[in-house]
């Protein structure tokens, strides 16, 4: 695989340039990215990726440690920001392939807290708007799985206004309409939790006509995920709503 051959040659370089100089920050940066971007091409599940979750999630942790001990040190947020894709990647192997709700909630938060630090620490940007909703949709399914119903469902509805609101003001923000149909999706997993099918079935059914349509305007693996996610949860509330008792 190309992908993952030249991952890892930028991965041998970032290791050998780091160790030259293990007090610059602008290599030790690089070396973070290096480990997240060969956990990207080994098992990142939102990505076309070779499915080797435990490489994966070896990666990112090494990519957090670093990032972690960098960010301090870093002017701006560029590296909280950095940081926070990095829990984040590790929230959606936790949450996809490990099918552990618990450790996915620990890093779906701490990517949290980042995004809402650089919310508060810099320009308004839609950039900035879009991270936050991201981080507020990433919570909402371990929240479920542990019972916190009453918290997944204020995460859903803030990424829902964050990202109708982003689109309002620019609807050509392609990434804005991907995690909007996701926060969809969300908002109707927090509604079959609660036992409202037919709520939960009009929620999904907003999210798959935006993933069509993203779909239709370019090729997007995430887009194609998402669409399969939403079309299994839209088959289980519609079985539920035509046999409340069972």
């Known amino acids: ?5 030249y991952a890892r040659k930028a991965l041998e370089l970032a290791k050998r340039l780091s160790g030259l100089s293990p007090a610059n920050l602008q290599f ?3 070396l973070a990215e290096a480990y997240t971007n060969w956990g ?3 098992g990142n599940p939102l990505y076309n990726s070779l499915g080797d979750a435990e490489t994966a999630v070896a990666s990112y942790q090494r990519a957090a440690v670093i990032a972690e001990r960098v960010a301090p040190n870093c002017a701006g947020s ?6 926070a894709g990095i829990h984040t990647r590790l929230g959606k192997v936790y949450a996809w392939a490990h099918g552990d709700p618990a450790a996915a909630l620990v890093e779906f938060s701490k990517a949290a807290s980042l995004s809402e630090w650089i919310r508060a620490n810099s320009k308004p940007n839609p950039w ?3 991270n936050v909703a991201i981080r507020d949709t990433n919570l909402v399914g371990p929240l479920l799985a542990l019972n916190r119903a009453a918290e997944a469902r204020r995460r859903a509805e803030e990424a829902t206004t964050i990202l109708q609101a982003l689109l309002r003001s620019d609807p050509q923000i392609v990434s804005a309409r991907r995690e909007l149909a996701m926060a ?5 997993q927090v509604e079959a939790a609660a036992g409202n099918q037919r709520s939960a079935i009009n929620w999904y059914e907003r999210g798959e006509a935006l993933f069509r349509e993203l779909i239709a305007l370019q090729r997007d693996y995430a887009a194609d995920l998402g669409l399969r996610s939403i079309w299994k949860s839209l088959a289980d509330s519609q079985l539920k709503a035509a046999n409340p008792s069972g």
């Open 40 to 42: 990207d091409v080994n």
């Open 184 to 188: 969809f999706h969300a908002r109707g």
């Open 1 to 5: 695989d190309h992908a993952a051959e």
């Open 78 to 83: 560029a590296c909280k920001q950095a940081l």
């Open 28 to 30: 030790q940066s690089a």
């Open 128 to 130: 900035r708007e879009l």
